[in-house]
């Protein structure tokens, strides 16, 4: 499986943006798909995720209500809103895929993408 992040930019407080994760390969129902991020000087941190088959979808407290993690099962693409941007927000983003079930631990995910990085200015 590969994974080829996209979407990453600068904006301004207040704005958004949308991340694309697109999957090359077969994924399974049990697959899920998880979005963390990684500020200069900081530890990686989870972000959201969602159940590829059933569509469940968590998120870190940091970003309850203003990011959405979505699916295209047709396109193999997750997809990351990011609304009401903060100056906090800005990271590396990494989309990840997890074989075996939910985790928020990113030491449990199969495989990477390449981060896009978000800039948010204040």
């Known amino acids: 499986v590969q994974l080829q992040a996209s979407g990453g930019g600068l904006v301004q407080a207040g704005g958004s943006l949308r991340l694309s994760c697109a999957a090359s390969g077969r994924i399974y129902s049990s697959t899920v798909m998880g979005w963390f991020r990684q500020a200069p000087g900081k530890e990686r941190e989870f972000v959201a995720a969602?159940?590829?088959?059933?569509?469940?979808?968590y998120y870190a407290d940091p970003v309850k209500g203003r990011f959405t993690i979505s699916r295209d099962k047709g396109e193999n693409t997750v997809y990351l809103q990011m609304n009401s941007l903060k100056p906090e927000d800005t990271a590396a983003y990494y989309c990840a895929l997890d074989r075996h079930g939910l985790s928020f631990s990113g030491n449990d995910y199969d495989y990477w993408g390449q981060g896009t990085l978000v800039t948010v200015s204040s």
């Open positions: 969602i159940r590829w088959g059933v569509g469940n979808t």
